[in-house]
């Protein structure tokens, strides 16, 4: 298969915020050339993208998966949905035994002292880890579970019947699965390499943090009880973030194997995957401490860059940080951006091979119109950028 690479680039203005916190509540930083920028981690931004998925609908329950040390009560509620004599006990035993089976190794966590006071049952089995698993390999766990339930143990001892449950979870994986790749620390041959790289966004200038004192006043106080009810300081800060992922539209084509539908052209399930990776990567929104500061913003210039070289981050046009010197950073940005691109471009021979789209709002982004094909709203290029990964997947390697 051909080796297709999509860079997705992204300029957003955030307020007074705190999207990301470290060990110490304060909004995460970095230094890069030279000065301290804000930075909001890939972890919390995936996890936001794959958050955006599901709340917004833009794949089926079918196409995604999850990720969880509670995997043992997921396959006992499949069990019991498929026959519902099994419930309970016997449900969580065999699926204990059938996770077991595919690799991954459980334990009862311990109760606390107060709840065997109080006579609650023993809590069920869970992974050591978090386990991250498509529903369609949970439904095949809960199936196999269900034709060996009248001697699990005899039945999974069955070489057979193990190989099974360990290829059932190592096949039909989901849409983020197969994006965000999978880690077995103790059962590395299910482990699935990620199609997706995420960079740490970082602010395109020199950012401080900056610190919050607030009080809050007891509404039953009377009028001689004076002072708060409570005082504390949350950190934030306010950044323009340069924001990048790259997706190796070949891999993700590996991981998903045959596709999510049997009835499917094989490129369909890739284009499927990867405009909604796109959409939910650009629109998402990390939720840190978002009822306190509401910073609800969407990116103001999107560049998506479709390649069959490698991937290439833009993250250097802004080493030397902005200075902001007409009042904002949105403007500087664009312009680095529309001078960086078609130097670095030119200088690796990147121009002919690669397809561009832009996505860009107000006149501050004018300078990036010339870049590429300008899509109006984000649908527009999200079906076009699908549209081109599948004509891409269809030509012969």
Not at 32 to 57: C, I, L, N
Request: charged letters at 25%; aromatic letters at 6%.
């Amino acid at each position: 298969m051909n080796r297709i690479f999509l860079d997705v680039h992204a300029l957003q203005t955030v307020p007074p915020s705190n999207l990301n916190r470290d060990d110490t509540g304060a909004p995460k930083t970095a230094v890069y050339g030279g000065v301290p920028r804000a930075r909001v981690s890939s972890q919390a931004w995936k996890r936001a993208t794959r958050t955006y998925f599901k709340d917004e609908h833009l794949l089926e329950p079918s196409e995604l998966g999850v990720r969880t040390k509670k995997i043992v009560e997921a396959v006992a509620a499949r069990i019991t949905d498929l026959d519902p004599a099994l419930t309970g006990e016997d449900a969580l035993r065999i699926a204990d035994e059938t996770v077991k089976a595919a690799g991954l190794k459980t334990e009862v966590p311990k109760r606390k002292v107060s709840a065997a006071k109080d006579g609650e049952p023993e809590p069920a089995p869970q992974s050591k880890y978090l386990v991250f698993l498509s529903s369609r390999q949970l439904d095949g766990l809960a199936r196999l579970a269900v034709d060996g339930a009248a001697d699990i143990t005899a039945y999974l001892k069955d070489k057979k019947n193990k190989d099974k449950a360990r290829q059932l979870a190592d096949t039909h994986h989901s849409v983020d699965i197969a994006l965000f790749g999978r880690m077995v620390a103790d059962a590395a041959d299910i482990n699935v390499d990620a199609a997706v790289q995420v960079a740490h966004a970082l602010s395109v200038h020199r950012v401080e943090n900056e610190s919050d004192y607030y009080t809050a006043v007891d509404d039953e106080n009377t009028d001689e009880e004076t002072g708060a009810g409570m005082i504390g300081t949350v950190d934030f800060n306010s950044a323009t973030l340069y924001r990048y992922a790259a997706l190796g539209v070949h891999q993700l084509a590996a991981n998903l194997g045959h596709g999510l539908r049997e009835d499917e052209p094989r490129t369909e399930p890739v284009r499927r995957a990867v405009e909604a990776f796109v959409h939910g990567f650009i629109a998402s929104l990390p939720t840190g401490k978002i009822n306190t500061f509401g910073n609800h913003t969407l990116p103001d210039a999107v560049i998506v860059k479709l390649r069959t070289t490698r991937p290439v981050s833009l993250v250097a046009a802004f080493e030397d940080p902005v200075r902001g010197e007409t009042g904002g950073y949105v403007r500087e940005a664009c312009e680095r951006l529309a001078e960086y691109i078609p130097d670095i471009e030119r200088a690796y021979g990147d121009e002919t091979s690669t397809l561009t789209w832009v996505l860009r709002v107000g006149p501050n982004t004018h300078k990036l119109a010339g870049l590429g094909t300008e899509s109006p709203t984000i649908n527009d290029l999200v079906t076009a950028v699908g549209q081109a990964v599948a004509e891409r997947l269809e030509k012969p390697a």
